[in-house]
């Protein structure tokens, strides 16, 4: 049985003039239009072809070597572009769009609004659906991270606290509003860290790396950059947040403590404008 909505890899049973009729086990024969067949690797009856599985606008399984945005069971930002008194159609880089359910909405959308949503197959008519109540398909393992651990992330909505953060597509975090150095945005993904494993369960990120090892390297680079601009650096700790996220991509915060350290270890100068090699 093909799995719908997600990435297949299923064998060739015969070709047509139209395409290839692709095993689908008990869904039957899957129709790969001869559009999608790559072209640069002729296939054979016997062969088998990785397809992603949907139902085309006639409600047909159709196969297609086509790379979607999004496959059953992920998490993703996606365009509204169409509106009907269904709910609203999603662009998800597939001829048939997927459809979020008014009933799936936490907030109006209207078309050209983007959303952060889940995909799952509704259980009654097999079709992928979109949905952006998104809490019960989250933290539904326990979360085994340590502070300092590396994670993906994906911003999905503001807060009065910071912005709100699926990481690695299981668990719910925040980056609070001081780690937020740099713009954010729902539908933005981001390499994060976990800062904190909360004593109430929940998780504090943080956009830049945690900890000793991470100040130490903080310092290296800009002795680093340093020596390569001829011992001075046009930052100071009187710059703007944007300039040293620009040249560090760390906060105003962390780049303040870390050149208080080298001046401390006398290993640089600070200044108004600049900061100096010694």
Known sequence: MADIGRFNRLQVLKHTGFGLYLNGGNDGDILLPKRYIPKDKPSEVGDWLDVFIYFDSEDKIIATTEQPKAQVGDFV????????????????GLPKDVLLPFSEQKRPLEVGDYAVVHLYLDKHTSRVIATSRLDRYLDKTPARYKAGDPVDLLIVERTDLGHKAIINGLHWGLVHKNEAFKFLRGGQREQGY??????????SLSLQPVGTAAADQLQDQILQKLLDNNGQLALSDKSTPEAISRAFGVSKGNFKKAIGGLLKQGKISIHSDHIELL
């Open 77 to 92: 930002s996606l365009k509204v572009i169409a509106k009907n008194n269904v709910g609203v159609f999603l662009d998800w």
């Open 194 to 203: 976990i800062r904190e494993m909360r004593a109430d369960g929940k998780i």
